[in-house]
Structures are given as structure tokens and as C-alpha cells.
């Protein structure tokens, strides 16, 4: 367990821990199925599909599929998804206030989610001037999270040791990335996985609400 400190940057992850997006997410994920004549999935169903990417939430949300399935369904879900990204989406509460009281500290966003939809929701929220780094996935950049590349890749932007940053995420990629970049790690419960998912991979600290987090970091 790492001691508890004052750490120079905080990583947040952002669907699951600022953002609850799982309506936007669903919604845009059934109008391609609906389009394909496909089942649709519930809001109940979203949460445990995200988290390693859109590509991985579609896979998940067709089930078996041909490969030009795949490729009507991302085109149909990008088609949607970037005019109503935020519709539904919110900041969990107590977020802005929080950020305002790291406001003094090196702050990060890093999301599987691909970059400019991860900048547009950040912006759309009005919570750009708090982040240091806005990033999401880019592929030909560094590889998605449970990898560390994207990681080391705001650590070395921020010119900040390992040793001196905190990932905070709701998914077990978001655990598995800040461990292997040997920066400490803060699960939250409230986003999509239970409690008993995020322990399974030994997180330096757990929280149940964001009010929490600030006493981690």
C-alpha cells in the first residue's frame, strides 16, 4: 500500500470517474443496431462493456458479427455519436468542485475513448481550463490503456517522476496502466465496475465517492 501524500499530478480517467456517459454511449451504440436490424442493449448493460475503447463496446454489443458488421456498425455509431456525445452526459457531482480544489496541481485526463471525443466532452463540460493534458486513445501514437505507454507519455509531457503521480479510474485498465508505469493508483466504486473487480487488481486506494478522492491525492 503507498503511503498517502500530496502528489505533484493526478490522472484522471473520464467516463466512470469525471463523466457519467453510459446514456450517450447506449444511445449511440442502438441507433447503429436499430439501423442493422440488430437486438438492442440496455443502460443497465452499457457500464460493464466500456472501458477498453469503442471497439471493444461494439464487439461486445453485436456478439457474433461479421467483419463488415463491424465496420457498418462504427460507422453508424460515429455518425451519431459525434452530434449527441453530450446529450445525457454529466460530471459526477462534487467533480467541478473538486477540481477546483486541485486547481494549484498538475492535472491530467486520459481516456480510452478516442481523442477528439474525449476533448469535446471535456470542453463541452466547461472543465478544459482545469487539465494540464486532455488525451484520449491514439493508436498510432501509444496503445490504449491497460498499456502504460499513454501513461509515460503524460509524465514525460508534464516532466513529472512516477513516483510523484496518481492514477484515479473506475476500470482495471485504469489499475493496470498506472501500475506498470509505477505511479501509484486510486479506484473509484461510483463508475462501472463493483467494488470486488477494482480490488482484484490491488489499487493503492479505493473510494466510494468523489468527495473521497481528494484526501487520496
Known sequence: MTKNKHFDLIIFDLDGTLVN????????????????????????????MVGGGIGRLLELSLGNYRPEEMASLR????????????????????VPELLELLKHRKKAVYSNKIHPFTVAI????????????????????????????????????????????????????????GKQARI????????????????????DFVVDDVSEILEKV
Not at 453510459?22 to 440496455?42: E, F
Not at 466547461?126 to 509515460?152: C, M, T, W
Not at 501509484?184 to 477494482?198: H, K, N, P
Request: proline content about 6%.
Open 21 to 48: 456517459s453510459q446514456y450517450d454511449l447506449a444511445d449511440a451504440v442502438n441507433y447503429g443496431l436499430k439501423a442493422m436490424g440488430r437486438p438492442l442493449i440496455t443502460y443497465d448493460q452499457l457500464p460493464a
Open 75 to 94: 460507422q453508424l455509431f460515429d455518425e451519431y455519436y459525434s452530434e449527441n456525445f453530450a446529450n445525457k452526459t454529466t460530471c459526477y457531482p462534487g
Open 122 to 177: 471535456i470542453q463541452r463540460l466547461g472543465l478544459s481550463h482545469h487539465f494540464d493534458v486532455i488525451q484520449g486513445a491514439n493508436p498510432k501514437l501509444y496503445k490504449r490503456k491497460p498499456s502504460p505507454e499513454g501513461v509515460i507519455r503524460i509524465l514525460d509531457m508534464l516532466d513529472v517522476r512516477p513516483e510523484n503521480a496518481i492514477m484515479v479510474g473506475d476500470s482495471t485498465h485504469d489499475i493496470h496502466a
Open 184 to 203: 501509484a493508483t486510486c479506484a473509484v466504486t461510483y463508475g462501472y465496475r463493483s467494488r470486488e473487480q477494482l480490488e482484484a487488481a490491488a489499487p
